[in-house]
């Protein structure tokens, strides 16, 4: 066998693991890998402007494609700028790999120039996390690292390397490292629980869906179980946040998104359900609402492929541990093994018919301002067709695009659900882009958010990416102004956008095309014009400035006690609702 | 407002885990971040090529949150196996101290009876002072020790307690 630097150990066991891109930015610590990938044209590195942003676009790649994201830092203030990023991945489930270059290890707990503990520092940020001491174990690392990043419950792996690990030789073949993994997840759902599921089933009359981002990365196929078990079922489909998409928005089973700022008729139909089926989702506060009323006469089913999920905030009668596609074709071929035929369930749809005429998601017209609401409408309208990824940032805009914005397929939709971290959409666009160089890919943002990473416009003005920018601009921080309103009688502490920048000349000086709408009557042709235009285009949009984001649980309340309209908004909280998040 | 607080109850956990580096900080980190208690802790390598060692925590909180504790230290992925020795059933747990007491006459004479009584040992002695090694159930220890404070107790070090499942089956 030959002998072969710690860096080139690297470099070809990512190529052996099938990586061609990297989200990365050079310094001291990780010299010897980039020279290594100077050799190596096979590995597509993308050079970013910020580290946090090579984690958002490992992130955008890896939920636009399924495969995991990759990041390459350097030590110190590298990794500790990919800290948001990583735990923006671990709240969010997306399998990625992070390789941080450290200082040689006899110069470890020094305070040597650009050492920090990066190991200590992700610990708890990370699904797992190494410190690589010698050449020779780098392999195996990898190896492993891919494996747990991607199986189970995905989530961020950091790979911790001294500098000289990387410049030190040692035996290398590249069959290196491919042993058994311990980490083993269990995969398939306990028979005896898929039988005790289908049973609950096929005693329910009021049953709903209930589905998370578990089932986006189960991959497509789980999407495509979940559509053939809502049709057997005959059952209403709701899902979290992250779980847009695995089922079609346009399906007359779909109740649209539940939680906080979900859906009258999805919130209502939870509460009154007999029979809850959780399917790859969490039963976050967001979805919650007051706990001791959330759905309080339902039987509950939780599918996950993480015990730890289960009974963490709600108790469930029966846990089913598998993933969560693999159950539901499970589940599939106990039901149809027992020639289920669902009732039509008439009572359930006909009190669903009388939330869903609520029309909740109704918003005053006004011919002098653009409502935000209407100008993702006339997005969606004008874009549908193409099935375009959908990146967020974070605030009103990100809850008015779930929202409004319909989804028919999986791995479309990229937002930063648990962590909720500003200054994600931007990087995941461009993630998503180079994972999908024909798509049609539109970062759907807001004036403050779209600051936190707006570095990263030379990152696709430089790879020639077209990516869209479609800024939803109020000049407030939208969502911590609507909370003001809510719980501080409108005491607007420090959330007025304050010296904005011109985006348009910004953008031009990153060489983007800039779109400016103000006009309602300029809305749709300001809309195709960005469509049309070849390369990145960057459109700031200014809103109804006092717009706010209904319907609304707000914070301490049950599902059915949902603001509908700003009328219903009293402008106090008590002490209990102020102090939940 | 007030922060209400629940009752708890307390746990000895049997934690067989890879025996490398960091490990330790893996485990108490994790009881950190996520608010629960450690009441004790003790960690030694078991296996005969030293690949594996062996974490009895004893840790308190309500049911609910000792189920999350054992289903959050079961997904790391150093961590082979959780046992929940006071949900198993009967179990013996054990614990040894050593206990320094300093003084002379009376205070002398009464100290090394209460340790016949709790058969301690003396395993260190000069004319005013003893260290007496113990060894019992963590109640058992914290008895002694009080009473220890009465008669010159000037230190003590304790390993914290471990503890394993009565009869023939295996963690």
């Known amino acids: 066998m030959a002998e072969k630097s710690g860096a080139e150990i690297l470099v070809e066991t990512l190529l052996d693991l099938g990586v061609d891109t990297v989200f990365g930015y050079p310094g001291g610590a990780v010299l010897p890998i980039y020279d290594a990938l100077y050799n190596h044209p096979k590995i597509k590195h993308i050079l970013v402007r910020h580290e946090q942003a090579a984690t958002h676009a490992a992130e955008g790649y890896a939920r636009s494609t399924g495969k995991p994201g990759v990041v390459l830092v350097t030590s110190g203030p590298g990794a500790t700028n990919a800290v948001t990023g990583i735990t923006d991945a671990l709240m969010d489930s997306i399998p990625m790999v992070v390789i941080t270059g450290q200082v040689a290890t006899n110069l470890i707990g020094s305070d040597a120039f650009q050492e920090a503990d990066t190991v200590g520092i992700t610990r708890h940020c990370t699904k797992h996390n190494y410190l690589v001491k010698k050449p020779s174990e780098l392999a195996g690392v990898l190896n492993e690292a891919f494996h747990i990043a991607t199986q189970g419950r995905p989530g961020p792996v950091v790979v911790d390397i001294p500098k000289n690990v990387q410049v030190a030789e040692a035996e290398f073949s590249a069959h290196n490292g491919k042993t058994n993994s311990r980490y083993q997840p269990q995969v398939d759902g306990d028979f005896k629980a898929i039988n005790e599921a289908a049973e609950m089933i096929m005693r329910a009359k009021a049953p709903i869906l209930y589905t998370g981002g578990g089932v986006i990365n189960s991959g497509p196929k789980a999407s495509e179980a979940l559509c053939q078990l809502a049709e057997l079922l005959g059952a209403p489909v709701t899902s979290t946040l992250m779980g847009l998409g695995a089922f079609p928005a346009s399906s007359e089973q779909w109740l649209g998104m539940l939680g906080m700022h979900g859906t009258f008729e999805a919130n209502m139909a939870m509460n009154r359900a007999d029979l809850v089926v959780c399917l790859g989702a969490r039963f976050d506060d967001r979805i919650t609402g007051r706990l001791d009323a959330f759905s ?21 009668d029966l846990p089913v541990i598998g993933d969560v596609g693999r159950v539901m074709e499970q589940l599939l071929a106990v039901l149809k093994g027992r020639k289920f035929n ?19 998601l109704a918003f005053p017209e006004s011919k002098t301002e653009i409502m935000p609401q209407l100008a993702i409408r006339k997005l969606w309208e004008a874009t549908h067709e193409r099935h375009p990824i959908i990146t967020t940032e ?13 989804f028919e397929k999986p791995n479309k939709w990229l937002t930063s659900g648990g962590l909720g971290t500003m200054g994600y959409g931007l990087p995941a666009a461009i993630g998503a882009q180079l994972g999908d160089p024909d798509a049609l890919v539109i970062d759907i943002a807001g004036e403050a958010s779209i600051q936190m990473n707006i570095q990263e416009l030379a990152t696709a003005s430089q790879y020639r990416l077209p990516v869209k920018i479609f800024i939803v601009n109020n000049e407030y921080m939208g969502m911590v102004r609507q909370w003001q309103e809510l719980t501080y009688e409108s005491r607007y502490s420090n959330s007025y956008s304050d010296s904005l920048p011109d985006f348009i000349k910004l953008a031009e000086s990153y060489g983007w095309t800039g779109i400016l709408i103000e006009d309602p009557a300029d809305l749709e042709t300001g809309i195709k ?41 009293k402008g106090t909280m008590d002490d209990n609702a102020k102090a939940l998040v | 407002m007030h922060i209400k607080e629940e009752q708890v109850e307390r746990h000895v956990l049997a934690v067989l885990v890879d025996n490398e580096a960091g490990i330790l900080a893996r485990i108490a980190g994790m009881f950190t971040a996520r608010g629960y208690n450690i009441e004790s802790l003790t960690v030694a390598d078991i296996s005969a090529d030293h690949a594996i060692s062996r974490i009895t925590i004893a840790t308190n909180g309500p049911p609910h949150v000792i189920e999350q504790i054992i289903a959050q230290l079961d997904r790391l992925v150093p961590v082979h196996s959780v046992r ?4 198993a059933g009967p179990h013996v747990q054990r614990e040894l101290a050593l206990v320094k007491v300093a003084g002379k006459g009376e205070n002398r004479i009464e100290a090394m009876r209460l340790a ?8 260190d002695a000069t004319t005013d002072s003893f260290v007496f090694e113990i060894t019992g159930a963590p109640d058992k220890i914290q008895t002694f020790v009080g009473l220890m404070r009465e008669v010159g107790l000037v230190e003590v070090g304790r390993t914290g307690v471990v503890a394993i499942g009565r009869g023939p089956d295996s963690a």
Not at chain 1, 296 to 316: F, G, L, M
Request: glycine share 4%.
């Open chain 1, 394 to 406: 974070v605030g009103q805009h990100q809850m008015w695009a779930a929202q409004h914005f319909d």
């Open chain 2, 84 to 87: 929940d020795l006071t949900e």
């Open chain 1, 296 to 316: 309080p006469n339902s039987k509950k089913i939780h599918v996950d492929i993480d015990r730890s999920s289960v009974n963490k905030t709600v108790r469930v």
């Open chain 1, 529 to 569: 014009k960005m469509i049309e235009t070849d390369g990145p285009v960057l459109v700031d949009c200014r809103v109804a400035k006092l717009a706010n984001c209904f319907p609304m649980i707000p914070s301490g309340a049950a599902h059915t006690e949902m603001l509908l309209t700003p009328e219903d908004v």
């Open chain 1, 342 to 360: 669902a009732p039509d369930y008439e009572e359930w749809w006909s009190r669903i018919k009388g939330w869903r005429a609520t029309d909740c």
């Open chain 2, 116 to 123: 016949d009584v709790y058969r301690a040992r003396v395993v």
